[in-house]
């Protein structure tokens, strides 16, 4: 149902910025304090959460129903910068250092409330009275717990001065206590998730959202308190509201903020978890068209077709989402990496595309890429200078992907986490044991992805056919060629282009090539038997920038970027994302990509990464039409692949765009693992985005 009045003039007021008025000029500086009180890292951890609430100011809008503003757009450093190098001298910091891209046990945190989990907490103290270092971790969770507490009274009290005894109300009860409805269980969630962020954490997923809030909404709806159009009024609120402060969420690009949520799939005893808010959530997304929150839909051959339709009705919108998953293949590749088949079943997705355990999983899904394009390039080059074999090239690609596996996981071996009181109170065990999260979880495997494999696998499989096989091309000429990026040889480039096998197409000379590259890095990852913080390496298909990053040289890369590649593609060229079809190959159609993709080995390769499609917009021209595209998506899965992008894409809107901007501000698209606004993506990723593959449906 489209939205009301009130929620359109949120909606409206969000893309403004209206809130932005209210953003104070900085936050409070507390490194030079912290040092003069001689605080521990655990401690400054747990006094930024207390400052940063404490300096929020309070803004409660005319029409919000669901309420939190945030008023300081920078999280400060908790150490000064001499003491910060001291103390990361010799280590890892992941990613901008703070702990990120997991999931709390949201479900757990809304049946405790946080009083519950403060009395959790209160009965480790005294169990462990005699360990300093857990009761300085108790005790700075327990200020974290009294901070937010403090928070929603202040935000009670100033509810109660504007006469918003609704909000007074609700914000009195929560979030100390339980909700004891939908609307208190939208506004707990939204209050305690959005403290988090002010931690300096991001990419913070909001998990499987439709099983743990269904039951409020169930007990809602059959005690009469609201109906339908009233519960998707208050979710599309809730989804509103997510969407303030995008501007100040870290990411590659703006928009790669990592809020996501996952519905649908089997509940950890193995039945159907689908509900009526795993319908509500597609519906009120289609209806509120934002960037945030990302959807991810888990799904299995047999689900129910009016629920893909519903799904692909989404699509249609151009959002990017929903992202499917696969059960049916990701839960036995779980179970075959060590989780337990009940945590399995439990999976969400993470930021982009990876499978992580909400409350359990201390996961860090992405440690960096194999860039399988650098590996094929080498290989081929010294391989053909030396007059070598295509199985001898292939056993250069074999050590080449080892090293760089190696390699990033050495990198990773001095792992630095800080500690994060606050995080872990929302985490399954971590009060119950005194252990902080930064100490591990019950999972703490890496992530590594093999990237742009379709481009390795071409340009493989060109020298296989053309070079060494066939022997239409003298080695002598591609390697010259390759040197001088095809500038005195365009009709070799062409040949690479048109005649040498490709992914995408269901040539088995090709695809035989990619499932031998994902079978390297499978073995390279399965060969670490320890990551060094008791967890083991996890293989994945996805990009992520670095279909950017691998092609042009970027700063954050240790290695200069792949040049020229032998399947035609001439340097500085993007690569393909995700697992997609090289740009510019002729492909019969998705069903030809999804049998390419369908013969890796999802039982190794289990770090996530999506089949990646793009529809023409013309495609969802009527219901029969959507239909089609629902039964793709069920195709998709009955060949056993793992995880699914479709998007809906129209070029010539695209363009336009870029040409007139301030007409097209709220245009949206699929980046790789998360949705944007066009016009706010850099020119690198505006043009990756319109030359991507385009299909019809017959």
């Not at 405790?112 to 005699?130: F, K, P």
């Not at 379709?454 to 020298?463: P, R, T, Y």
């Not at 005195?488 to 490709?502: I, N, S």
């Not at 985005?689 to 449906?697: E, S």
Request: with cysteine.
């Amino acid at each position: 149902m489209p939205l009301t009045e009130r929620l359109t003039h949120l909606k409206e007021a969000v893309r403004r910025g209206d809130h932005r008025q209210h953003r104070q000029p900085g936050a409070p500086m507390l490194a030079a304090e912290f040092d003069a009180l001689g605080l521990t890292w655990m401690q400054r951890q747990a006094r930024l959460i207390t400052a940063m609430c404490e300096a929020e100011q309070v803004v409660i809008l005319p029409d919000e129903r669901i309420v939190f503003t945030r008023t300081l757009p920078t999280v400060p450093p908790v150490w000064r910068e001499e003491a910060w190098a001291r103390l990361t001298a010799g280590r890892t910091l992941h990613e901008l250092g703070p702990t990120s891209n997991i999931c709390a046990d949201w479900g757990m945190v809304l049946s405790q409330g946080l009083l519950g989990r403060r009395e959790v907490a209160l009965a480790t103290r005294q169990r462990c009275a005699d360990q300093p270092e857990t009761v300085e971790f108790i005790d700075s969770a327990l200020e974290t717990i009294d901070a937010v507490l403090a928070l929603a009274e202040r935000y009670a009290d100033a509810a109660r001065d504007l006469g918003r005894e609704d909000i007074a109300g609700a914000l009195a009860h929560l979030p100390a206590h339980p909700p004891r409805t939908f609307h208190e269980a939208l506004q707990f969630l939204r209050l305690v998730h959005a403290v988090v962020w002010l931690g300096g954490h991001y990419h913070v997923g909001l998990g499987r959202f439709d099983q743990y809030m269904w039951p409020y909404l169930e007990n809602d709806l059959a005690a009469g308190r609201l109906d339908h159009a009233a519960a998707e009024e208050l979710l599309a609120e809730f989804f509103v509201s997510l969407n303030k402060d995008s501007d100040l969420y870290p990411g590659v690009q703006q928009g790669d903020n990592g809020q996501t949520l996952t519905v649908g799939g089997v509940t950890p005893m193995g039945k159907s978890g689908v509900n009526e808010l795993t319908l509500m959530v597609l519906r009120v997304a289609h209806d509120v068209s934002m960037i945030d929150p990302k959807i991810n839909l888990r799904i299995a051959p047999d689900t129910d077709l009016d629920l893909l339709c519903l799904a692909s009705e989404l699509t249609e919108k151009g959002l990017g989402f929903p992202q499917y998953s696969n059960d049916d293949v990701v839960i036995p590749g779980l179970v075959a990496h060590g989780y337990t088949l009940e945590d399995a079943r439990n999976y969400t997705v993470a930021a982009c595309w990876e499978f992580i355990v909400p409350g359990k999983g201390m996961d860090v899904v992405n440690i960096g890429a194999v860039s399988f394009p650098s590996a094929a390039d080498t290989a081929i080059r010294e391989g053909l200078q030396a007059g070598e074999s295509f199985t001898a090239i292939m056993e250069r690609v074999r050590h080449d992907v080892r090293l760089q596996v190696n390699r990033l996981v050495d990198a990773y071996s001095n792992l630095l986490l800080p500690p994060a009181p606050y995080y872990s109170a929302l985490m399954d065990g971590c009060l119950e044991t005194g252990r902080d999260l930064s100490q591990g979880l019950t999972y703490n495997n890496f992530g590594i992805h093999g990237a742009c494999s379709a481009n390795g696998a071409d340009a493989l499989a060109a020298v296989h056919k053309l070079v060494l096989e066939g022997k239409t091309v003298a080695p002598e000429r591609l390697l010259t060629a390759l040197e001088t990026d095809f500038a005195d040889d365009d009709v070799l480039r062409m040949v690479l282009q048109e005649e040498g096998p490709k992914v995408g197409t269901n040539d088995p000379q090709a695809d035989d090539i990619l499932i031998a590259l994902f079978d390297m890095l499978a073995d390279a990852c399965e060969q670490i038997e320890d990551n060094g913080r008791g967890g083991i390496v996890r293989p994945g298909t996805g990009s992520a920038m670095y279909y950017i990053w691998l092609a042009r040289d970027h700063e954050n890369m240790r290695e200069p970027a792949v040049g020229t590649t032998a399947d035609g593609r001439k340097a500085g060229t993007p690569f393909s994302a995700n697992l997609a079809p090289a740009p510019g190959v002729r492909v019969p159609g998705p069903i030809s990509v999804f049998q390419s993709f369908s013969k890796i080995d999802y039982h190794r390769i289990v770090n996530g990464g999506p089949i990646t499609i793009e529809l023409s917009s013309t495609v969802f021209r009527n219901p029969d039409a959507i239909r089609k595209v629902a039964m793709l998506v069920r195709t998709f899965a009955q060949l056993g692949c793992q995880q699914l992008q479709v998007n809906s894409l129209n070029a010539e809107t695209l363009c336009e765009a870029q040409l007139q901007p301030e007409l097209h501000q709220d245009l949206i698209v699929r980046v790789w693992g998360w949705s944007g606004y066009f016009c706010e993506l850099s020119p690198e990723y505006q043009e990756h985005v319109i030359r991507r593959h385009q299909y019809q449906l017959g």
